[in-house]
Antibody, heavy 121, light 108 residues
Framework: QVQLVQSGAQVKKPGSSVKVSCKAS????????ISWVRQAPGQGLEWMGR????????TYAQEFQGRVTITADKSTSTAYMELSSLGSEDTAVYYC??????????????WGQGTLVTVST | EIVMTQSPATLSVSPGERATFSCRAS??????LAWYQQKPGQAPRLLIY???TRATGIPARFSGSGSGTEFTLTISSLQSEDLAVYYC??????????FGQGTKVEIK
């Protein structure tokens, strides 16, 4: 049974950074990618980037280049997403999702439960 | 970058009726298209991949069709628990980030 379990909700000040974790079970880290997808209130799904945990290679969507860092700790099967220079527009639910396919082209077969990040003064 | 366009934005259907909605790609994505269901307050769930293959545990009333640029998701007999937003996603071209904007299914 594949599970992706994310860390809890956070409230952050504008200009600060947030780091969200995603612990994977099963064979996820050896054979699949992990992506981060966010969803602002009432909005659609926005892919932020993905990591190949077994290689430690991360690639980011253009919109988040320079502001997002995705890492993976193979020893604990945990992926992390850190987003810096937060603004109110970053208030969203952040999901991790397992990519099924190849390293670069994949659909998302399992999702974490989501982590609400609220950016507020 | 490929643009995915879903229609309609909202669909109101009575229980037991058929619900059909569309996803169009700005260029061919062959059959590399997935559909997701997102119920209120929940994470998305994979319904269909490869344009027409149901994911594990997905009821047979859900079916997908199409290839190239035109795709359809059909719920053959809508149940009350199918109230959700449905998204399509292409994974034929990098970046695989392109989701449609979603179709919201309401129960009439």
């Amino acid at each position: 049974q594949v599970q992706l379990v994310q860390s809890g909700a956070q409230v952050k000040k504008p200009g600060s950074s947030v780091k969200v974790s995603c612990k994977a079970s099963g064979d996820t880290f050896n054979s699949y990618t992990i992506s981060w997808v966010r969803q602002a209130p009432g909005q659609g799904l926005e892919w932020m980037g993905r990591i190949i945990p077994v290689l430690g290679i991360a690639t980011y969507a253009q919109e988040f280049q320079g502001r997002v860092t995705i890492t993976a700790d193979k020893s604990t099967s945990t992926a992390y997403m850190e987003l810096s220079s937060l603004g109110s527009e970053d208030t969203a639910v952040y999901y991790c999702a397992r990519g099924f396919g190849n390293w670069n082209l994949f659909y998302f077969d399992y999702w974490g439960q989501g982590t609400l990040v609220t950016v507020s003064t | 970058e490929i643009v995915m366009t879903q229609s309609p934005a909202t669909l109101s259907v009575s229980p037991g009726e058929r619900a059909t909605f569309s996803c169009r790609a700005s260029q061919s994505v062959r059959s590399n298209l997935a559909w997701y269901q997102q119920k209120p307050g929940q994470a998305p769930r994979l319904l269909i991949y490869g344009a027409s293959t149901r994911a594990t545990g997905i009821p047979a009333r859900f079916s997908g069709s199409g290839s190239g640029t035109e795709f359809t998701l059909t719920i053959s007999s809508l149940q009350s628990e199918d109230l959700a937003v449905y998204y399509c996603q292409q994974y034929n071209n990098w970046p695989p980030k392109t989701f449609g904007q979603g179709t919201k299914v309401e129960i009439k």
